[in-house]
């Protein structure tokens, strides 16, 4: 008895804590909803999580990343913007074919976000400001390019928005299945490539990082350019979803993304955290939107009071754990 009365005073101080705390958070609302509301935990239910938020879970990786390495990046709903733009209007105006615009967007994605990480490492700023200046940017040129909305008529993305991809009775969209992927992609990079220990060990101590060796400016440069490069798949697969171009497409995207990553038991303060968290942080945000629209008495701004909430209680737990390690 009193081995187990250790082991659960001893819960708090694993550094999977919180990423153990949020699963569990997960399990919880979705039991509530399967007991107070019928057909909440039906399959479909649960694919459509994946469906309607793998644009989220994309953005949610890049930024998994900048956070484990000590920074942030505010600029990523505005590059999702940008990039339907920028995939509206090569489609529909100059005809451009569809791979094509795939391609460019996620190549202008990444060059926007790695000349942050050039202008952070190279100028010492802070990246709160330069990626808020980037947000800035990215929104104004969604407006240079068009004030409207610009419908998305090429036969692929057409294609790849009512495509039903069958899983396990069910079916996901194929937005949802690249999502995934990235998800594992992202998840080798940082635990089984150099570029993620690099990750890591800036995110702890840069300082130490520099004395070890590890080429501190050229891994900053890359993980915002990855950062970039999520933002713009996100983008694209957001314009599958919607099947329209506009400025005002996903804002507060990055404090969602901020949101997931964090509740899926990354520090704020980098250098410790799991990819794969992000995957439980966008499932929670979901279910929280799930579990509204399934009561159909509440306003949809309970979301953001929820997510506020959680996010003020984890931030809280973290900052907690940190005294913890210390001693």
């Given at each position: 008895?009193?081995?187990?009365?250790?082991?659960?005073?001893?819960?708090?101080?694993?550094?999977?804590f919180t990423s153990l705390v949020t699963v569990v958070l997960?399990?919880?609302?979705?039991?509530?909803?399967?007991?107070?509301?019928?057909?909440?935990?039906?399959?479909?239910?649960?694919?459509?999580?994946?469906?309607?938020?793998?644009?989220?879970?994309?953005?949610?990786?890049?930024?998994?990343?900048?956070?484990?390495s000590g920074g942030i990046d505010l600029s990523v709903g505005?590059?999702?913007?940008?990039?339907?733009?920028?995939?509206?209007?090569?489609?529909?105006?100059?005809?451009?074919?569809?791979?094509?615009?795939?391609?460019?967007?996620?190549?202008?994605?990444?060059?926007?976000?790695?000349?942050?990480?050039?202008?952070?490492?190279?100028?010492?700023?802070?990246?709160?400001?330069?990626?808020?200046?980037?947000?800035?940017?990215?929104?104004?040129?969604?407006?240079?390019?068009?004030?409207?909305?610009?419908?998305?008529?090429?036969?692929?993305?057409?294609?790849?928005?009512?495509?039903?991809?069958?899983?396990?009775?069910?079916?996901?969209?194929?937005?949802?299945?690249?999502?995934?992927?990235?998800?594992?992609?992202?998840?080798?990079?940082?635990?089984?490539?150099?570029?993620?220990?690099?990750?890591?060990?800036?995110?702890?101590?840069?300082?130490?990082?520099?004395?070890?060796?590890?080429?501190?400016?050229?891994?900053?440069?890359?993980?915002?350019?990855?950062?970039?490069?999520?933002?713009?798949?996100?983008?694209?697969?957001?314009?599958?979803?919607?099947?329209?171009?506009?400025?005002?497409?996903?804002?507060?995207?990055?404090?969602?993304?901020?949101?997931?990553?964090?509740?899926?038991?990354?520090?704020?303060?980098?250098?410790?955290?799991?990819?794969?968290?992000?995957?439980?942080?966008?499932?929670?945000?979901?279910?929280?939107?799930?579990?509204?629209?399934?009561?159909?008495?509440?306003?949809?701004?309970?979301?953001?009071?929820?997510?506020?909430?959680?996010?003020?209680?984890?931030?809280?737990?973290?900052?907690?754990?940190?005294?913890?390690?210390?001693?």
């Amino acid at each position: 008895m009193s081995a187990v009365l250790r082991g659960v005073r001893a819960l708090p101080a694993l550094p999977s804590f919180t990423s153990l705390v949020t699963v569990v958070l997960l399990a919880a609302m979705l039991l509530i909803g399967g007991v107070f509301y019928e057909g909440f935990l039906s399959l479909q239910v649960m694919l459509n999580l994946l469906i309607d938020n793998a644009f989220l879970l994309v953005i949610a990786i890049g930024m998994g990343f900048v956070i484990l390495s000590g920074g942030i990046d505010l600029s990523v709903g505005a590059v999702l913007a940008l990039a339907t733009m920028i995939s509206a209007w090569l489609l529909q105006v100059a005809h451009w074919p569809p791979l094509a615009v795939i391609a460019t967007v996620l190549l202008l994605g990444a060059l926007f976000g790695g000349g942050m990480g050039l202008i952070i490492h190279l100028f010492r700023l802070q990246p709160f400001i330069v990626t808020l200046a980037g947000m800035f940017l990215a929104r104004g040129l969604c407006y240079l390019i068009s004030i409207e909305s610009i419908t998305i008529e090429d036969p692929l993305f057409v294609a790849m928005s009512q495509t039903q991809v069958p899983f396990l009775g069910g079916f996901l969209s194929p937005g949802a299945i690249i999502a995934l992927l990235m998800l594992a992609l992202a998840v080798w990079l940082a635990h089984f490539s150099a570029f993620g220990r690099a990750v890591y060990a800036i995110g702890g101590n840069e300082q130490s990082a520099a004395m070890m060796g590890l080429d501190v400016g050229r891994t900053k440069v890359l993980v915002y350019a990855f950062s970039g490069f999520c933002a713009a798949l996100a983008g694209v697969l957001f314009s599958f979803y919607m099947l329209s171009g506009y400025g005002l497409h996903a804002q507060g995207a990055e404090l969602d993304a901020i949101a997931a990553v964090v509740i899926g038991g990354t520090l704020l303060t980098g250098g410790y955290g799991y990819v794969a968290g992000a995957l439980s942080g966008v499932l929670v945000l979901g279910t929280i939107q799930t579990l509204i629209a399934f009561d159909g008495t509440l306003s949809s701004w309970w979301t953001k009071i929820v997510i506020g909430a959680l996010l003020f209680v984890f931030c809280v737990v973290q900052r907690v754990m940190s005294f913890r390690l210390k001693r």
